[in-house]
């Protein structure tokens, strides 16, 4: 166990909808990192918070939108879903950028 | 319908033999270099990291070596367990910090 929750663990949604993946980072984490995973792009890093503030972007389509509360926690938002978006989502946390980072179980979301 | 994914690379080894999984990464400016495993069903597990100011570094049965010269990074697992099956992942950071870039992963079996 990582210490990091994301939740749902499972998410069916249908095509032009919108959802939101959650996440809670290990006690004490500042940095928040999202990730998707799916069969033909593999691991590809999205977005970046630490803090609060947005560090850093990566393969994030505009639909998709992120930020993290003051609590630290973060949250995903995927809208005008379509096919491709099928995929599993992943947080991960560390403590300072630069450190290791901790993932949690993922988000497996399914646009049907 | 065929469906389409990542071909990943396997290694099959037996049961108490050593293991070397091999990367290329891309980035010359990379500083930072991690490898993950990852379970069937489960989010990426940090296993051992290494800085571009070391050419080696050893954990509990592992070994990470770094070849800065042809951009090389590779995993030695010594006495293979079958818990080590897994796909493992190697990770440059960039981006000061912000990101992991994930390689393709190669598909680790153990034969019994």
């Known amino acids: 166990d990582s210490g990091v929750t994301q939740t749902p663990k499972h998410l069916i949604t249908a095509t032009g909808q919108r959802v939101t993946l959650r996440c809670s980072p290990r006690s004490g984490d500042l940095s ?6 799916s069969l033909d792009q593999g691991l590809q890093f999205l977005i970046h918070y630490y803090n609060g503030e947005e560090r850093a972007k990566g393969n994030i389509l505009e ?6 509360f003051p609590d630290l926690h973060s949250e995903l938002n995927l809208s005008s879903l379509e096919l491709g978006d ?8 560390s403590d300072i950028p630069y450190n290791e ?5 993922g988000t497996r979301l399914t646009v049907l | 319908g065929e469906s389409v994914g990542l071909h990943l690379p396997t290694l099959s080894v037996q049961e108490g033999d050593n293991s070397i999984i091999n990367c ?3 980035n010359s400016a990379s500083d930072y ?8 069903g489960k989010g990426p597990q940090f296993i051992i990291d290494i800085r571009s100011n070391m050419d080696k570094r ?3 049965r592992v070994t990470v070596l770094l070849n800065k ?16 099956s897994a796909v493992y992942f190697c990770a440059e950071n960039t981006g000061g910090g912000n990101k992991l870039t994930f390689g393709t992963g190669t598909q680790l079996k153990v034969e019994l």
């Open chain 1, 63 to 68: 639909r998709f939108s992120a930020q993290q």
């Open chain 2, 69 to 84: 010269t042809v951009k090389h990074l590779s995993l030695q697992i010594a006495a293979t367990q079958p818990g080590d």
């Open chain 2, 24 to 26: 290329a990464y891309s």
């Open chain 2, 33 to 40: 270099f991690i490898w993950y495993k990852q379970e069937s």
């Open chain 1, 86 to 93: 099928s995929a599993l989502y992943f947080c991960a946390s």
């Open chain 1, 101 to 105: 980072q901790f993932f949690g179980p």
């Open chain 1, 32 to 37: 928040v990192y999202w990730y998707q995973q």
């Open chain 2, 58 to 60: 050893q954990g509990q």
